[in-house]
Nanobody
């Protein structure tokens, strides 16, 4: 089992920045990819960014150049630095962890990000 706990959400003005953190625990050694997803009211949960254990990253087109995902394997942490936030970035942000065997995706409880215009 893997447990994930997000922190760092809140209210920010458009153009501002926030840094989300996700702390992993449990069988975290079985995890390869970790990432961030977001879900706005009435919408599906979408990928924001993902990072492999080796540090390769992938981003949604809507956040490229504004968001940066990073990872500290020694501390079992993954971060999402969000700059130049827009109202459309407002959502509940979820941390994810992909267990390699058996294949399974774990989720955190989510953290709310609100962006005022």
């Amino acid at each position: 089992q893997v447990q994930l706990m997000e922190s760092g959400g809140g209210l920010v003005q458009a153009g501002g920045s926030l840094r989300l953190s996700c702390a992993g625990s449990g069988s975290i050694g079985s995890v390869n990819d970790m990432g961030w997803y977001r879900q706005a009211p009435g919408k599906q949960r979408d990928l924001v960014a993902v990072i492999t254990r080796g540090g390769r990253t992938n981003y949604a087109d809507s956040v490229k150049g504004r968001f940066t995902i990073s990872r500290d394997n020694a501390k079992n942490m993954v971060y999402l630095q969000m700059n130049r936030l827009k109202p459309e970035d407002a959502a509940v942000y979820y941390c994810s962890a992909d267990q390699t065997f058996p294949p399974r995706r774990y989720w955190g409880q989510g953290t709310q990000v609100t962006v005022s215009s």
